[in-house]
């Protein structure tokens, strides 16, 4: 209630062997149009926030430097990368990480893919995608 609007991504994702270097991770993405003030970075009009988590991981590495949203807005054909970056949402795990895209208002079409640096381990996740607007 009172939460933002918010497009969970098609698909899980996976990382084999990222959780004790033996078990699977399951990878959620979410997509959160502003303006928002969470998740962190936040967001202003205009903009879309990115999540994503890696499941049963120990937390985010401070550094990281792999997980990106590649976007594009089908009503302005504006495209970006956006890197995912440790901001600080779930500091005792699992592993997520965050970053902000000037999108532009209409229809976005996103794919997040790359590495996750868990404190334990680098995990790498397959593409997942979603369509979603920006109002």
Known sequence: ???PNFKQFYWPTVSGKCIGGQGD??????????????????ARSG?????????????????QGGMNV???????????????????INPDGP???SGTASTG?????AMVS?????????CNFVPTVAIFEVK
């Open 70 to 88: 590649q976007w594009a807005n089908l009503n302005t054909m504006k495209t970006g990368v956006t890197p995912l970056r440790n901001n600080g």
């Open 114 to 122: 790359g590495t996750v640096n868990t404190q334990e381990k680098p």
């Open 47 to 63: 903009q879309t926030a990115f999540v994503f988590t890696a499941l049963g991981t120990s937390p985010a590495a401070k550094k």
């Open 25 to 42: 991770s399951v990878g959620s993405a979410i997509a959160v149009p502003g303006p928002t003030k969470i998740p962190a970075p936040g």
């Open 95 to 97: 592993a997520t990480v």
């Open 1 to 3: 209630e009172e939460g």
């Open 105 to 109: 208002k209409g229809t976005i079409v």
